[in-house]
């Protein structure tokens, strides 16, 4: 087999897709929820939908990781070794990278006391809120990879209807029956993202035949994601927060675990391109190289948004403001990862990145 090919293309196009995404809603009330000061009605239904689109991120990367690394044999101990270890080096020195940029940026000054206390409660910054997950998925996984392996395919499928009943129905029905919120000893582990996400991933790659992955089957994906964006721009609506009721995690839009669906139809279109379009050599090395970039992008996205202000600053004054929040993500994108491409040339930086 072409070298080119074995480390599959479709899933560095993934995950470019879901880091754009990400990025993109890391810019908030300059793009993301726009939604909540838009007046005319049909922009503000674009931007709704385009907020829900874009949730599509963090659960793909779990999926990615689930198809990636369940059908691995590892130990416990290789996986602390190779893994835990791994990414708890990555949360404390880019922790002190962030930090030490925010003292020589902003002027940011931080003792070291309150450093430790911040890295172990709320993070240095928001979104490494994603690495301390991750680090919780990978101590699971001894489990998880058993789950999937010895789970038949009826009982992914029943797995999979119970998040979308528990986690999708019965939130729409508390919605519109004004219901705040069920008894709260009635929870299922199996549903948390580090455990079924993954598992959803590993199922789409591995249960799911590959000449399921039609190009005919493509339009019946558009199809259920018009549904579901068109279902979230309903329900967003009728829950109608208002911007000063937004908080960090919950900005006014209706969310739930039927974005799962709008996961498996990006996946589903993706891998079905490459299965069916057979992109040239060329190209597949231009997604590898950019899917190689996209954790070291992750990390230091922080840093460079925050200090790249100025370029949504200038264009919001030339483009409409959805169209200058978009170019300030593809900005953030460029500089990142020429920022990451330097950093993997460093001894230290190319083990962890």
């Avoid at 835990?84 to 930090?99: E, G, N, P, Q, Y």
Wanted: one cysteine or more; hydrophobic letters at 50%; a positive charge.
């Amino acid at each position: 087999m072409n070298k080119i090919r074995e480390r599959k293309a479709y899933y560095d196009l993934l995950r470019v897709i879901a880091i754009l995404c990400v990025i993109y809603n890391h810019t908030n009330k300059r793009g993301y929820y726009l939604y909540a000061f838009e007046a005319t009605w049909i922009l503000k239904v674009i931007y709704m939908a385009n907020a829900a689109l874009i949730a599509v991120a963090v659960p793909i990367f779990f999926m990615i990781s689930g198809a990636l690394l369940l059908p691995k044999k590892e130990d416990i101990a290789t996986i602390y070794k190779k893994r835990v270890s791994r990414m708890v080096a990555v949360l404390i020195l880019f922790s002190i990278i962030k930090v030490c940029c925010d003292y020589i940026l902003q002027g940011n000054r931080i003792g070291i006391q309150d450093f430790i206390l911040k890295l172990v409660t709320d993070g240095i910054t928001p979104a490494y809120w994603y690495l301390y997950a991750y680090i919780a998925y990978l101590i699971c996984l001894p489990f998880t990879r058993r789950l999937a392996e010895h789970m038949s395919d009826n009982e992914y499928k029943y797995l999979f209807a119970i998040l979308l009943i528990v986690e999708g129905v019965i939130p729409t029905i508390q919605l519109f029956t004004g219901i705040d919120e069920i008894n709260g000893f009635f929870v299922i582990p199996l549903l948390h993202n580090i455990i079924v996400y993954p598992l959803l991933g590993y199922y789409l790659a591995e249960r799911v035949p590959r000449e399921h992955y039609k190009k005919s089957g493509i339009k019946y994906a558009l199809i259920v994601m018009i549904i579901i964006l068109g279902f979230f721009v309903g329900t967003t609506i009728y829950r109608n927060v208002p911007y000063s009721e937004f908080t960090t995690y919950d900005k006014g839009l209706f969310n739930c675990s039927f974005t799962a669906l709008l996961d498996v139809s990006v996946y589903y279109i993706v891998r079905t391109f490459f299965e069916n379009a057979h992109p040239s050599d060329r190209c597949i090395r231009i997604i590898q190289s950019m899917g190689q970039l996209v954790f070291g992008i992750y990390l230091i996205e922080p840093i460079v948004r925050e200090n790249t202000l100025m370029v949504y600053d200038y264009m919001s004054a030339l483009l409409p403001k959805y169209l200058a929040a978009w170019f300030w993500v593809f900005i953030i994108f460029v500089i990142c990862s020429v920022i990451v491409c330097f950093l993997k040339k460093l001894p230290l930086f190319r083990k962890l990145l």
